[in-house]
Protein backbone atom coordinates (compact mmCIF):
# COMPACT_ATOMS: atom_id res chain seq x y z
CA UNK A 1 0.00 0.00 0.00
CA UNK A 2 1.62 2.88 -1.12
CA UNK A 3 0.71 6.31 0.46
CA UNK A 4 0.25 9.74 -1.29
CA UNK A 5 2.85 13.03 -0.21
CA UNK A 6 0.68 15.81 0.83
CA UNK A 7 -0.10 18.25 -1.78
CA UNK A 8 2.23 21.39 -1.16
CA UNK A 9 0.42 24.38 -0.89
CA UNK A 10 0.55 27.89 -0.23
CA UNK A 11 -0.33 27.96 3.19
CA UNK A 12 1.32 24.77 4.26
CA UNK A 13 4.72 26.08 2.76
CA UNK A 14 4.34 29.35 4.64
CA UNK A 15 3.11 27.25 7.90
CA UNK A 16 0.12 29.59 7.77
CA UNK A 17 -1.95 27.40 10.08
CA UNK A 18 1.01 28.28 13.28
CA UNK A 19 1.85 32.13 11.92
CA UNK A 20 -1.97 33.30 11.93
CA UNK A 21 -2.48 31.89 15.53
CA UNK A 22 0.36 33.75 17.27
CA UNK A 23 -1.56 36.91 18.21
CA UNK A 24 -3.13 36.92 21.51
CA UNK A 25 -4.20 40.21 23.01
CA UNK A 26 -4.14 40.13 26.70
CA UNK A 27 -6.29 43.42 27.13
CA UNK A 28 -10.14 42.95 29.00
CA UNK A 29 -11.33 45.32 26.49
CA UNK A 30 -11.56 44.07 22.87
CA UNK A 31 -9.97 46.48 19.97
CA UNK A 32 -7.77 46.26 17.55
CA UNK A 33 -5.31 48.05 18.46
CA UNK A 34 -3.51 45.81 20.27
CA UNK A 35 -3.68 43.17 17.35
CA UNK A 36 -1.96 45.93 15.09
CA UNK A 37 0.82 46.45 18.11
CA UNK A 38 1.55 42.45 18.08
CA UNK A 39 1.40 41.79 14.18
CA UNK A 40 4.17 45.34 14.23
CA UNK A 41 6.48 43.80 16.69
CA UNK A 42 6.30 40.23 15.29
CA UNK A 43 6.94 42.15 11.88
CA UNK A 44 10.01 43.56 13.23
CA UNK A 45 11.31 40.36 14.63
CA UNK A 46 10.97 38.45 11.57
CA UNK A 47 12.58 41.20 9.59
CA UNK A 48 15.74 41.55 12.46
CA UNK A 49 16.12 37.69 11.58
CA UNK A 50 16.49 37.71 7.79
CA UNK A 51 18.55 41.69 8.85
CA UNK A 52 20.81 39.09 10.70
CA UNK A 53 21.12 36.87 8.10
CA UNK A 54 22.01 38.99 4.95
CA UNK A 55 24.52 41.05 7.64
CA UNK A 56 26.60 38.03 8.34
CA UNK A 57 26.61 37.08 4.80
CA UNK A 58 28.15 40.48 3.84
CA UNK A 59 30.51 40.08 6.78
CA UNK A 60 31.45 36.95 5.79
CA UNK A 61 31.75 37.93 2.37
CA UNK A 62 33.82 40.71 3.09
CA UNK A 63 36.34 38.84 5.18
CA UNK A 64 36.58 35.97 1.95
CA UNK A 65 38.00 39.35 -0.12
CA UNK A 66 34.19 39.71 -1.84
CA UNK A 67 33.54 43.09 -1.69
CA UNK A 68 31.13 43.55 -4.49
CA UNK A 69 29.19 40.47 -3.38
CA UNK A 70 29.12 42.23 -0.08
CA UNK A 71 28.14 45.29 -1.27
CA UNK A 72 25.01 43.68 -2.95
CA UNK A 73 24.32 42.28 0.38
CA UNK A 74 24.44 45.43 2.21
CA UNK A 75 22.51 47.08 -0.49
CA UNK A 76 19.40 44.40 0.41
CA UNK A 77 19.86 45.12 4.44
CA UNK A 78 19.33 48.95 3.37
CA UNK A 79 16.15 47.65 2.03
CA UNK A 80 15.15 45.68 4.99
CA UNK A 81 15.80 48.94 6.91
CA UNK A 82 13.23 50.55 4.90
CA UNK A 83 11.08 48.25 5.30
CA UNK A 84 11.22 48.29 9.21
CA UNK A 85 11.07 52.43 9.13
CA UNK A 86 7.78 51.69 7.30
CA UNK A 87 6.49 48.67 9.98
CA UNK A 88 7.06 50.86 12.76
CA UNK A 89 4.97 54.24 11.67
CA UNK A 90 1.51 51.85 11.64
CA UNK A 91 2.08 52.25 15.16
CA UNK A 92 1.15 56.22 14.75
CA UNK A 93 -2.56 55.16 13.45
CA UNK A 94 -2.81 54.31 17.57
CA UNK A 95 -4.54 57.10 19.66
CA UNK A 96 -3.09 57.51 22.69
CA UNK A 97 -5.68 56.52 24.61
CA UNK A 98 -6.03 53.34 22.93
CA UNK A 99 -2.50 52.20 23.69
CA UNK A 100 -2.82 52.77 27.48
CA UNK A 101 -6.25 50.91 27.04
CA UNK A 102 -3.73 48.11 26.82
CA UNK A 103 -0.83 48.88 27.61
CA UNK A 104 -1.20 47.38 31.65
CA UNK A 105 -1.44 44.42 29.87
CA UNK A 106 2.11 44.56 28.87
CA UNK A 107 3.23 44.01 32.54
CA UNK A 108 7.28 44.18 32.38
CA UNK A 109 7.52 43.40 28.80
CA UNK A 110 9.31 46.00 27.15
CA UNK A 111 10.43 46.37 22.85
CA UNK A 112 14.26 46.52 24.97
CA UNK A 113 14.26 43.17 25.25
CA UNK A 114 14.45 42.25 21.86
CA UNK A 115 17.52 39.95 21.67
CA UNK A 116 17.91 39.95 18.14
CA UNK A 117 17.50 43.76 18.23
CA UNK A 118 20.44 43.98 20.34
CA UNK A 119 22.28 41.41 17.62
CA UNK A 120 21.75 43.35 15.09
CA UNK A 121 23.48 45.88 16.64
CA UNK A 122 26.52 43.97 18.23
CA UNK A 123 26.80 42.53 14.64
CA UNK A 124 26.90 45.93 12.85
CA UNK A 125 29.45 48.02 14.67
CA UNK A 126 32.07 47.55 17.22
CA UNK A 127 31.95 45.18 19.64
CA UNK A 128 30.48 47.23 23.26
CA UNK A 129 30.31 44.34 25.78
CA UNK A 130 28.62 47.12 28.23
CA UNK A 131 25.66 46.22 26.11
CA UNK A 132 25.04 43.18 27.62
CA UNK A 133 26.09 44.26 31.69
CA UNK A 134 23.27 43.70 33.78
CA UNK A 135 20.68 42.25 31.64
CA UNK A 136 18.15 40.41 33.52
CA UNK A 137 15.78 39.16 30.74
CA UNK A 138 17.16 37.31 27.96
CA UNK A 139 17.03 33.23 28.20
CA UNK A 140 19.71 31.18 28.00
CA UNK A 141 19.85 30.73 24.30
CA UNK A 142 19.19 34.50 23.89
CA UNK A 143 22.13 35.12 26.32
CA UNK A 144 24.73 32.53 24.07
CA UNK A 145 23.77 34.36 20.83
CA UNK A 146 24.54 37.67 22.29
CA UNK A 147 27.70 36.31 23.63
CA UNK A 148 28.66 34.52 20.74
CA UNK A 149 28.12 37.75 18.60
CA UNK A 150 30.28 39.79 20.67
CA UNK A 151 33.19 37.03 20.16
CA UNK A 152 32.77 37.00 16.34
CA UNK A 153 33.60 39.30 13.75
CA UNK A 154 31.47 42.31 13.02
CA UNK A 155 31.15 44.26 10.13
CA UNK A 156 33.25 47.03 11.07
CA UNK A 157 36.15 44.38 11.51
CA UNK A 158 35.52 43.11 7.87
CA UNK A 159 35.67 46.32 6.62
CA UNK A 160 39.09 46.93 8.22
CA UNK A 161 39.72 43.27 6.80
CA UNK A 162 38.98 44.60 2.97
CA UNK A 163 41.09 47.86 3.69
CA UNK A 164 44.14 46.06 4.74
CA UNK A 165 44.10 43.42 2.12
CA UNK A 166 43.87 46.63 -0.15
CA UNK A 167 47.41 47.58 1.18
CA UNK A 168 46.06 49.94 3.58
CA UNK A 169 47.11 50.96 7.07
CA UNK A 170 44.36 50.61 9.70
CA UNK A 171 45.86 50.19 13.08
CA UNK A 172 45.07 53.59 14.54
CA UNK A 173 41.86 55.87 13.93
CA UNK A 174 44.62 58.36 11.72
CA UNK A 175 45.37 55.34 9.52
CA UNK A 176 42.10 54.55 8.98
CA UNK A 177 40.99 58.35 7.95
CA UNK A 178 44.27 58.04 5.35
CA UNK A 179 43.01 54.86 4.16
CA UNK A 180 39.65 55.89 3.83
CA UNK A 181 40.65 59.56 2.61
CA UNK A 182 42.93 57.84 -0.16
CA UNK A 183 40.69 55.34 -1.17
CA UNK A 184 38.42 58.29 -2.39
CA UNK A 185 40.75 59.67 -4.28
CA UNK A 186 42.21 57.05 -6.27
CA UNK A 187 39.95 56.07 -8.95
CA UNK A 188 40.71 52.46 -8.25
CA UNK A 189 39.55 52.34 -5.11
CA UNK A 190 35.81 52.85 -6.56
CA UNK A 191 34.99 49.16 -4.85
CA UNK A 192 35.59 50.24 -1.89
CA UNK A 193 33.64 53.57 -1.51
CA UNK A 194 31.01 51.74 -2.74
CA UNK A 195 31.23 49.20 -0.03
CA UNK A 196 31.87 51.91 1.91
CA UNK A 197 28.94 53.91 1.34
CA UNK A 198 26.70 50.85 1.33
CA UNK A 199 27.99 49.94 5.04
CA UNK A 200 26.72 54.15 5.99
CA UNK A 201 23.41 53.55 4.17
CA UNK A 202 22.81 50.34 6.33
CA UNK A 203 23.92 52.72 9.38
CA UNK A 204 21.65 55.63 8.28
CA UNK A 205 18.83 53.71 7.73
CA UNK A 206 19.26 51.85 11.75
CA UNK A 207 19.70 55.26 12.61
CA UNK A 208 16.39 56.91 10.45
CA UNK A 209 14.43 53.95 12.40
CA UNK A 210 15.55 54.85 16.15
CA UNK A 211 14.55 58.16 15.93
CA UNK A 212 11.30 57.24 14.09
CA UNK A 213 10.88 54.92 17.11
CA UNK A 214 11.55 58.27 19.42
CA UNK A 215 8.42 59.89 17.67
CA UNK A 216 6.62 56.84 18.30
CA UNK A 217 7.25 56.82 21.50
CA UNK A 218 6.47 60.28 22.54
CA UNK A 219 3.38 60.43 20.53
CA UNK A 220 1.85 57.33 22.49
CA UNK A 221 3.20 57.79 25.73
CA UNK A 222 4.89 61.56 26.08
CA UNK A 223 7.49 60.87 28.59
CA UNK A 224 5.96 58.74 30.83
CA UNK A 225 8.31 55.90 31.90
CA UNK A 226 8.30 53.05 29.17
CA UNK A 227 7.08 49.61 29.42
CA UNK A 228 9.27 47.24 31.62
CA UNK A 229 10.63 50.13 33.83
CA UNK A 230 12.47 51.38 30.95
CA UNK A 231 13.10 55.23 30.90
CA UNK A 232 11.14 55.73 27.95
CA UNK A 233 11.76 58.54 25.22
CA UNK A 234 14.48 60.46 26.68
CA UNK A 235 16.75 56.40 26.52
CA UNK A 236 15.86 56.16 23.12
CA UNK A 237 16.97 59.76 22.21
CA UNK A 238 20.44 59.17 23.77
CA UNK A 239 20.73 56.10 22.05
CA UNK A 240 19.48 57.05 18.57
CA UNK A 241 22.54 59.42 18.32
CA UNK A 242 25.09 56.98 18.27
CA UNK A 243 26.73 55.50 15.05
CA UNK A 244 27.48 52.37 13.99
CA UNK A 245 30.66 53.31 11.58
CA UNK A 246 31.43 56.96 12.91
CA UNK A 247 34.60 56.69 11.54
CA UNK A 248 32.66 56.51 8.19
CA UNK A 249 30.99 59.51 8.74
CA UNK A 250 33.47 61.76 9.99
CA UNK A 251 36.17 61.17 7.68
CA UNK A 252 34.20 63.81 5.10
CA UNK A 253 35.46 66.82 6.64
CA UNK A 254 39.07 65.74 5.92
CA UNK A 255 38.69 65.54 2.01
Avoid: K
Avoid at 18 to 34: F, M, N, V
Avoid at 150 to 175: C, I, K, M, S
Amino acid sequence: MTTSTPTLTYGSYLRLDRLLTLQHPLADRPGTEEELFIAVHQVHELWFRQLLTELAAARDRMLAGQPREARLLLHRCSEIDRALLATIELLDTMAPAAFLDFRGALGSASGAQSAQFLEVELLSGPAAPERLAGLDWPTRAERSRLQRRLREPNLWDAFLTVLATAGHQVLTADQRRAALVATVRDPAGAELVDLAEALLDHDQGWALWRARHVLVVERQIGRRSGTGGSSGATHLADLARGRFYPELWEFRSRL
